[in-house]
């Protein structure tokens, strides 16, 4: 029988990462075992643990390193308006969704879904999205505060319209995004110019 191939310690957990998605893409959260992971990986419980010394923490990772592919889609080009930037990466949030659904059914319907480790960093990169929109539109002062309340209240809104519109599907995706960009003209555009090109 052939020795199992040696990973350094980022491979490793990358491969766990990588079976972990596959086996939450297929199961519920509930049904899934550390110890099922660690065999499908052919490594011990022990190292398993040492990676991700629980469940939680484990899903947590997954999601997060499928957000972050999320990262940088706001691309804000000098000569076209911010709101075309934002629906852009709107597009790409609805693909992201829509691709991992069970990762995000298990990270915004499930008991986990208020576990910090699960929550946090997502939240913090949705409040740096948030800031980067502002920058761009040169939001300052009170002006900065209205308009940073209506972007946060309008990342929840998308949040709970996708979930419903991946669940039951009795919308299309464009009827989505012209739900969600109406949101946000309504919202912040009350308070931003949209329109411009970034400062």
């Not at 040492?50 to 706001?74: C, M, N, V």
């Not at 519109?165 to 949209?194: F, K, N, P, Y």
């Amino acid at each position: 029988m052939p020795s199992r191939r040696r990973l350094t310690p980022a491979q490793r957990r990358d491969e766990l990462l990588d079976i972990g998605e596959q086996v939450f893409g297929e199961r519920a959260y509930d049904d899934i075992a550390m110890e099922e992971i660690a065999a499908r990986a052919e490594v011990s419980r022990a190292l398993m643990y040492h990676y991700f010394p629980t469940k939680g923490q484990f899903f947590a990772a997954i999601w997060h390193r499928a957000h972050d592919r999320l990262s940088g889609e706001l691309h804000l080009e000098p000569d076209r308006p911010v709101r075309t930037a934002v629906y852009t990466a709107l597009t790409a949030h609805l693909d992201f969704y829509r691709a991992h659904l069970p990762l995000v059914l298990i990270a915004n319907r499930s008991a986990l879904a208020t576990d910090p480790a699960v929550r946090d960093p997502v939240v913090a990169e949705l409040h740096a999205l948030c800031d980067q929109i502002l920058d761009a539109c040169g939001a300052t002062g009170h002006r900065r505060d209205l308009a940073g309340t209506a972007l946060h209240g309008w990342i929840a809104f998308i949040r709970e319209v996708t979930i419903e519109w991946l669940a039951h599907e009795r919308i299309s995706r464009d009827e989505v995004l012209r739900i969600c960009m109406a949101t946000l003209d309504a919202t912040a555009g009350a308070q931003l110019d949209l329109t411009a090109p970034p400062h």
